[in-house]
């Protein structure tokens, strides 16, 4: 099992940038399909994006594409998500997921056995 912290969460202007972090403990996060997925009120958890394991590859969902940047630096076992460009709709709750077992990037969320506690972000228009 891998313990996740998110951080970075906040308010911000529609045409703004946060940077989200995701930092782990109790295991390596380079052995981990780490995942980002969002909810907002009322709506289902969905994949934002998420990069494979021991790889740079990383997999978006269509609505934040050329906008978000997932990225991962080891030496300080912890996941990034960089947004650029945001939209009010981009307003939710952030989690960051750890899947241990699949050989590809997931959207399932249920493939993720390890979650943060979530950050907000809001996006004021």
């Known amino acids: 099992q891998v313990q996740l912290v998110e951080s970075g969460g906040g308010l911000v202007q529609t045409g703004g940038s946060l940077r989200l972090s995701c930092a782990a403990s109790?295991?390596?996060?380079?052995?981990?399909?780490m995942g980002w997925f969002r909810q907002a009120p009322g709506k289902e958890r969905e994949f934002v994006g998420a990069i494979l394991r021991s790889s740079s590859y990383t997999r978006y969902a269509d609505s934040v594409k050329g906008r978000f940047t997932i990225s991962r630096d080891n030496a300080k076992n912890t996941v990034y998500l960089q947004m650029n460009s945001l939209k009010p709709e981009d307003t939710a709750v952030y989690y960051c997921?750890?899947?241990?077992?699949?050989?590809?990037?997931?959207?399932?969320?249920?493939?993720?056995?390890?979650w943060g506690q979530g950050t907000q972000v809001t996006v004021s228009s």
């Open positions: 109790g295991r390596t996060l380079s052995s981990y399909t």
């Open positions: 997921a750890a899947d241990g077992r699949s050989l590809y990037v997931s959207q399932n969320k249920d493939n993720y056995n390890d």
